[in-house]
């Protein structure tokens, strides 16, 4: 509706504009008539005393209407008329031929022939001159409204068809962008999916993994177990046919011979406490905790009465505080007093053998002492001797395999504890320990042990 | 030989299913050193332990034996089987079957005595415990056989 609006209004505008008039007449007078008639008409009235002169005016300027006078010397109104056809830009130019009564019909008609659009006979009537006039310059004007309205619709649609153009850019643009926001959203979605296919990929890893690695230890145990029981098969061979050779050929064997298959007889046995004591430390790790509140008070009675005999040996005094309830393991804490007081008891120095055990409580754990008047440790060793198989003196001294302490180590952290040492040499040690009032951590909590053990 | 045999006592017969020649050779030194004569027979696996007892391929002409010791970790026919055979058998089962093996698997344990194993030994770790081994047999089985 709009652009209809606003060529209404243009055509409005443009109707005050003056054209221009042509008047071609070889008569001076004539063209003041003509003059006087269409000045009226508010128009510009150009003159031209020939048909030469005419043509100079139509290369400079635009006309709405020529008035061409027929009989003129030198060069007439039709070869005046037909050269300004000739001329592309006049083409078009309405020429109303001027002429005097009478003149024949083929006159009139080869006028036609050369562009006349129309005639007017001398003497001209003011009325009809004005009129006709009147209606060329209307259409001159039209057709300058419709050309500019065409350029106007012209440069309307070139710019519609910019916009239009525009809008298909901006269209494609967004097309693109939603493409592309389709394609990174999909790019997200393939990407969130591989995420998530990772993180399942990786807990299952971490699950295969996991259960490798308790299968591994398994295994481990497994193979522990069958290597030192068969380690203990030949090592039952070689016992017992050195035991039966010493029995049965001793009348036939010299003092060196008896004392090397006594060397045979002791590594053999010493072979035999390092396999079981292995086989009992990785026990400990095959076998789960079972905590549970146990006596501790209960714990120390039993363990002193499995030293009894080497404690009654050496006249050793063994004393202890009232002990707590704990929630523990009760086989490992029993195996965990047995090994510490039994290396008070070992490493015994050259006094009366007293040992003391210790307990007090602290805000979350209770910390155990076993403190003795032996022999001591340099601090150097406070660390190595909880490593297994690390021994500090020569097995003549004092014997064993090297394993108590790394098991009693082992014990303490499974339930989540601390072992550690305090000690002089020459002025006895302290061994301590923390078990948790609350026990935290996996292997507490939630395993079963199946408690088969095949020993 | 034969005029000798019947006038002495008759000889206890051992059978021992035991593929370890270390084990046998044991066996053999420790049960010269008894007082009492026993003649000791040995088979390697269980399938040769079953062949002795029903008198089949080449132990047509075998005693049926007073005592068995019986090995449980043997190629073949392992020990479990030729034990509870024995004793689903009417005609052996009264045979006082001994397990002696270097298992201490309770699971083991178990399973003889629930087959009805008249003895679980675990294979002395030295000489001195072979004698107390040696001493319950006698005690136990050879004297109560030969009264």
Redesign the interface.
């Not at chain 1, 088969?452 to 020993?455: L, Q, S």
């Given at each position: 509706m709009e652009p209809e609006t606003q060529t209404q209004i243009h055509i409005a505008e443009e109707k005050a504009a003056p054209v221009n008039i042509l008047m071609v007449d070889d008569e001076p007078a004539n063209l003041l008539a003509l003059e006087a008639v269409l000045d009226s008409l508010g128009q510009r009235l150009v003159r031209a005393g020939s048909g030469r002169e005419a043509l100079k005016h139509l290369m400079n300027e635009e006309f709405a209407v020529i008035l061409l006078d027929v009989a003129m010397p030198v060069m007439d109104g039709f070869e005046t008329a037909r050269l300004v056809r000739q001329r592309d830009k006049n083409r078009l130019t309405p020429i109303i031929f001027l002429t005097a009564v009478g003149r024949t019909e083929s006159e009139i008609f080869r006028g036609y022939e050369v562009g006349a659009v129309d005639y007017l006979l001398k003497p001209l009537v003011p009325e009809i001159l004005k009129s006709k006039v009147l209606i060329f310059i209307e259409l001159y004007n039209k057709t300058r409204q419709i050309q500019r309205l065409n350029t106007e619709l012209k440069r309307n649609v070139r710019e519609l068809e910019s916009t239009n153009q525009e809008l298909k850019k901006e269209n494609a643009v967004r097309r693109r962008a939603e493409q592309e926001l389709r394609h990174s959203e999909e790019k997200l979605r393939v990407l969130n999916a591989s995420l998530e296919e990772r993180v399942e990929e990786r807990s299952a890893l971490a699950e295969e993994r996991a259960k490798e690695l308790s299968r591994s230890n398994a295994e481990l145990q497994q193979f522990v177990h069958v290597a030192s029981?068969d380690l203990?098969?030949p090592?039952?061979?070689i016992?017992?046919?050195v035991?039966?050779l010493?029995?049965?050929s001793a009348d036939k064997l010299d003092a060196n011979s008896e004392e090397y298959i006594q060397y045979v007889v002791e590594g053999a046995r010493r072979i035999?406490r390092l396999i079981d004591d292995l086989l009992s430390y990785t026990r400990l790790g095959a076998r789960s905790l079972s905590p549970q509140a146990v006596e501790l008070g209960e714990v120390v009675e039993e363990a002193l009465s499995n030293l009894s005999l080497a404690a009654n040996e050496c006249g050793a005094e063994v004393t202890w505080d009232p002990m707590p309830r704990v929630e523990a393991d009760r086989t490992h804490m029993v195996l965990l007093f047995q090994n510490l007081v039994g290396n008070a008891l070992k490493f015994r120095g050259a006094g009366k053998p007293k040992v003391h055990i210790g307990a007090k409580a602290e805000i979350d754990r209770w910390v155990f002492s076993v403190k003795d008047n032996g022999i001591g440790i340099e601090p150097q060793y406070f660390e190595k001797i909880f490593i297994v198989f690390q021994r500090l003196h020569a097995r003549e001294e004092y014997p064993g395999t090297g394993i108590g302490l790394a098991l009693c180590k082992k014990v303490v952290e499974q339930h989540g504890g601390k072992i550690w040492v305090e000690s002089e040499l020459g002025k006895g040690s302290a061994f301590y320990f923390t078990i948790p009032k609350i026990i935290r951590g996996g292997r507490h909590e939630g395993e079963t042990g199946d408690g088969?053990?095949?020993? | 030989m034969k005029a000798k045999l019947e006038m002495g006592p008759r000889p206890f017969e051992i059978l021992l299913v035991e593929d370890n020649l270390g084990d046998i050779t044991l066996m053999k030194e420790i049960l010269k050193m008894s007082k009492f004569p026993i003649r000791l027979n040995v088979v390697r696996n269980g399938s040769e332990a079953l062949d002795y007892l029903y008198h089949e391929g080449v132990y047509q002409d075998s005693k049926e034996p007073d005592l068995i010791l019986l090995d449980l970790n043997l190629p073949k026919v392992d020990g479990r089987e030729v034990l509870a055979q024995i004793k689903r058998d009417s005609l052996l089962g009264h045979i006082p079957t001994l397990v002696m093996t270097s298992s201490k698997n309770e699971a083991d344990v178990l399973e003889a005595y629930k087959n009805n194993a008249n003895f679980y030994i675990v294979k002395p770790m030295d000489m001195d415990h072979y004698m107390v081994i040696m001493k319950y047999l006698e005690d136990f089985w050879i004297t109560r056989t030969n009264k």
């Open positions: 029981h203990k098969e090592l039952r061979m016992n017992s046919f035991q039966l010493q029995r049965q035999q088969t053990e095949a020993i | -």
